[in-house]
């Protein structure tokens, strides 16, 4: 069983448009997280999510906004496309406070 | 502002080699500090983690040492093997109820046979 998924896999689009990126985890974690890796692997956190408070990094533009159904799930929208939001998308979860996070296998974005 | 500074940005190594690697940190409000494995078209999977009031930690082959009024700490590899290529990813966390990690850059480690 995959303790976090992510669809799709890749994602091609246009620039300007609207797309969504979906994380489910079955590990029964109560906060999740969105990660960008850019082209050269650098790894950086865009938000954190639980059931009481969202944490937006500053410099994530408000073109990306997470959503989140129930505490299984933490979708990753984003507005108007632009040729930088090309990177891979990593999900993540944990328990609480608890320091390991567990990430799903990414989704690879691809603005033209 | 980068945060925690790893090196070096690569690293190719011999078969039974001991690769070290590298990271620095600025904010003394970190409290954990994990090394992150990660395999090409894979997401990062937690490898060993340390907390600054023990200066070693030991997991089968991963040791990490931590050198608290340095601000360092660096993860050596025992008895290196071609599967151990991979990249590795310092990280460390601040105090808070979202455990929001600041990653190093990188170091992508290949092992030759």
């Known amino acids: 069983d995959t303790a976090v998924s992510q669809t799709p896999k890749y994602l091609v689009t246009q620039m300007g448009n609207d797309k969504s990126i979906k994380c489910e985890q079955n590990?029964?974690?109560?906060?999740m997280y969105w990660y960008k890796q850019d082209s050269k692997k650098f790894l950086k956190i865009m938000f954190s999510y639980n059931n009481k408070e969202l944490i937006i990094n500053e410099t994530v533009p408000n073109r990306f906004s997470p959503k989140s159904p129930d505490k299984a799930h933490l979708n990753l929208h984003i507005n108007s496309l632009e040729l930088g939001d090309s990177a891979v998308y990593f999900c993540?979860?944990?328990?609480?406070?608890?320091?390991?996070?567990?990430f799903g296998p990414g989704t690879r974005l691809t603005v033209l | 502002q980068q945060q925690v500074k790893q090196s070096p940005q690569s690293l190719i190594v011999q078969k039974g080699g001991i690769p070290i690697i590298n990271c620095a940190y600025e904010?003394?409000?970190?409290?954990?500090f994990p090394w992150y494995q990660q395999f090409p078209g894979k997401g990062p999977a937690l490898l060993i983690a340390i907390r600054p009031d023990v200066s070693e930690k030991k997991e089968g082959r991963f040791t990490i040492s931590f050198n608290k009024s340095a601000k360092q700490f660096s993860l050596h590899i025992m008895d290196s093997q071609p599967g151990d290529s991979a990249t590795y990813f310092c990280a460390a966390n601040l105090l808070g109820s979202a455990r929001q990690l600041t990653f190093g850059s990188g170091t992508q480690l290949t092992v030759l046979p």
């Open positions: 590990l029964g974690h109560d906060t």
């Open positions: 904010n003394t409000a970190f409290d954990y």
């Open positions: 993540a979860s944990s328990q609480g406070g608890a320091d390991t996070q567990y």
